[in-house]
């Protein structure tokens, strides 16, 4: 079947993904006597109940769409390897910050097979029982990535077991691998299977080990007798609890509880995700997947049989990885990954929206919100995709009583909120990201206004300012004609701090009641010109001591220091080769890089550009008496092009890197030293590298070609 048949399911299955995570998450690590003296049943969000905010960073989220963009890295292979898996790990995490639980060698899965992998050891050997031993092998990791491995393969289990078991291999083995596989073959079958038994059968066809199948026939055996889930979960815990097995969070006794919330859930979403969240052990683990496999098998009306669980999370999502540009996200952008992914796979073509908004599935709103600010003046009434009404995508901004003095105000993220509201703590997995959206990129809105009369449009962008503080630049009322109306604006300078949003505010001076459809938003290519200048410039309280900035944050950095210079803009240490620090997007494609660059003493250091994550990308430095153009490709550090250049340790050069099409020139003080060509990365974020010392950096600027 074509894979345009597929797609609602697809985006179905990555919305029941961040929905299951979203639900569990809160109750993360409570015992199941404290959820249900609590809140009885966990059906419906309780992040407002624990004081926590609802969108989260969550390694369930981050690693599941990370991770598989190794098929895109490796050219879309059909047989990807283990060890290219492996090779996506490695360039995706940052070390101690990003996607994994951090718990040490020996003690955190996933963080040992980081290890292996840093160390030089390859996937499937990083995860194997051989190396690591059967407790650390077999814990819950292998599954809780796997989603995606069976989406880009919808209707084709047998391929999707092939890739979720090399995925799986990379940090896990024996029955922890083929509970992954198994999820794997049920998630590519339930595109066209929808009978639960019949998936629970077929799925074991892919399965080679009889204790496992023996284990899920008792449990499948225990969930037909039973009254209620209840009883099964004592089941569970009285022969598969956690104690009956050695590690911190073993697979059986998860994999146990996502089949159990998977088979009395029935065709009901809510309360399949509501017993994984209930049953307690891994509650957004369990709650994810078995919140993707009824995404994908029920499609996006199995959000509609109980209480509305998309409004609230509004198709967003962080996906935290070195790639610091793509970490704030939807499930609309991340579908079409998979999307395209499959495509490739296939053979097939398959037309995407280009503009980052299109709302192109029903329900989508893809992380547009109601404005929070001047609630007293707001007259927004919903927020909806236009679909189920006009047949036709788009976000459909409706308002009532929209007068002078009130306003009708939306919003989408760009950054991380620096100052969330809640309690401290509230996510033990840092959001590492740079912003989407920077000043000097072009926006594009297109608008479809109904009626002959209706109110004026204008953009906004809020941003941290100086002190850190949230300020607003509007950019000039539009009137809307009826019919299609399109605004293009250059974003304003913010002096290099970040925008955390950009919004839509409509007014009127007389009453008017109805709505607007927004049928697409877009910004994408380098900025036309992007400048950071000082750090005293920028935070005119910045004291030798000061570690961090909100402009500093909108790099991702992989070095081990990187904080801001007092006398100058930024420094940067590294005690190994490869210390890098990023910003910008993947739409970043024809551009220069320049900073003014102090050079310590280290064996090589300069710029970066086309980075996607930290291991690949192109680098124009300053060692052994050379300038240096080379490709980073994973682990090889392949050069390009050479020329003399006597730098001396302790002078200042102005380094400048530019990238156009396959050309690739680095120019010192203005003068153009080192040309090379290179056709392999067409796109990504610019900043620094450092291998083995120190620079410090001063100002940094960014210009379209």
């Excluded at 893809?366 to 707001?378: A, F, L, T």
């Excluded at 939306?410 to 950054?415: C, G, H, Q």
């Excluded at 991380?416 to 990129?441: A, M, N, R």
């Excluded at 392949?638 to 020139?665: C, G, M, Q, S, W």
């Amino acid at each position: 079947m074509a894979l345009e048949n597929y797609k609602n399911d697809i985006y179905a299955g990555v919305l029941g993904k961040i929905i299951g995570v979203y639900l569990g998450r809160p109750v993360e690590g409570w015992t199941f006597e404290n959820i249900k003296n609590t809140f009885g049943k966990v059906s419906y969000y309780k992040n407002h109940k624990t004081g926590a905010p609802l969108i989260v960073p969550d390694d369930d989220i981050s690693g599941t769409f990370a991770f598989f963009r190794a098929l895109e890295d490796s050219g879309y292979k059909e047989n990807i390897s283990a060890e290219e898996i492996g090779d996506a790990w490695l360039n995706y995490i940052v070390e101690n910050e990003t996607i994994l639980w951090w718990g040490g060698l020996c003690r955190s899965t996933e963080h040992t097979a980081y290890l292996r992998l840093k160390n030089g050891i390859k996937a499937p050997m990083s995860g194997s029982i051989a190396l690591n031993g059967q407790s650390m092998a077999e814990q819950i990791g292998a599954e809780i990535f796997i989603d995606t491995w069976a989406m880009v393969n919808p209707g084709n289990p047998e391929r999707a077991c092939e890739m979720a078991r090399k995925a799986a291999s990379v940090s896990h083995d024996g029955v922890a691998v083929d509970a992954a596989v198994y999820l794997a073959a049920m998630e590519a079958m339930a595109f066209e299977e929808k009978d639960i038994d019949k998936l629970l059968d077929k799925g074991l066809a892919y399965i080679d080990n009889e204790e496992f199948k023996s284990l899920i026939a008792e449990l499948r055996e225990k969930c037909a007798k039973a009254s209620d889930w209840y009883e099964v979960r004592q089941w569970i815990a009285d022969e598969h609890g956690y104690d009956k097995y050695p590690g911190n969070c073993p697979m059986i006794t998860n994999h146990l509880t996502l089949l159990m919330a998977f088979i009395m859930g029935g065709d009901d979403f809510q309360k399949a995700c509501m017993i994984a969240c209930s049953a307690g052990w891994d509650t957004d683990c369990n709650s994810g997947n078995v919140g993707c496999l009824n995404g994908i098998r029920l499609g996006l009306d199995g959000f509609t049989k109980g209480a509305d669980l998309r409004r609230p999370v509004a198709d967003r999502l962080y996906v935290v990885t070195s790639d610091g540009g793509s970490c704030i996200s939807d499930a609309v952008i991340e579908t079409r990954k998979i999307l395209k992914a499959a495509a490739k796979l296939n053979g097939e073509e398959i037309k995407l929206p280009e503009e980052r908004l299109a709302f192109e599935y029903p329900g989508s709103v893809q992380g547009i919100v109601p404005y929070d600010k001047d609630c007293e003046e707001q007259v927004l009434t919903k927020i909806e995709n236009s679909y189920e009404t006009t047949g036709e995508y788009g976000c459909r901004i409706c308002y009532e009583g929209l007068a002078s003095g009130v306003h009708a105000s939306v919003a989408i993220d760009t950054f991380i909120d620096l100052k969330p509201k809640g309690k401290e703590g509230t996510s033990y997995f840092d959001v590492l990201c740079s912003p989407t959206l920077y000043s000097g990129q072009d926006i594009c809105l297109v608008v479809d206004a109904l009626n002959d009369k209706n109110p004026k449009l204008e953009l906004f962008f809020e941003y941290f300012d100086e002190n850190d503080f949230l300020e607003n630049i509007y950019c000039g009322k539009h009137g809307l004609n009826k019919g299609r109306n399109i605004l293009h604006l250059n974003v304003p300078d913010t002096q290099g701090h970040p925008i955390f949003r950009v919004g839509i505010c409509l007014t009127s001076e007389e009453r008017l009641d109805g709505s607007i459809i927004v049928k697409s938003i877009d910004w994408a290519n380098t900025p036309e010109k992007y400048k950071m200048g000082r750090s005293m410039d920028m935070t005119p309280t910045l004291t030798p001591w000061t570690t961090t900035t909100s402009w500093l944050k909108t790099f991702v950095s992989s070095a081990d220091h990187f904080n801001p210079d007092y006398t100058v803009t930024f420094s940067i240490c590294n005690a190994v080769e490869n210390g890098v620090v990023t910003t910008g997007t993947s739409d970043w494609k024809n551009y220069a890089v320049k900073s003014t660059i102090t050079f310590s003493q280290q064996e090589s250091a300069g710029l970066v550009a086309r980075a996607k994550g930290h291991r690949r990308y192109y680098g124009a430095v300053l060692t052994e008496d050379c300038a240096v153009i080379y490709k980073q490709q994973n682990e090889k550090r392949i050069e390009i092009a050479r020329a003399p250049f006597d730098y001396l340790i302790d002078h200042t050069y102005e380094l400048e890197f530019a990238v156009k099409a396959d050309n690739l020139i680095m120019k010192i003080d203005g003068n153009i030293v080192v040309k090379g060509k290179d056709s392999e990365y067409d796109n990504g974020q610019a900043g620094f590298v450092v291998d083995t010392g120190a620079i410090l950096g001063d100002g940094f600027e960014i210009c379209r070609l």
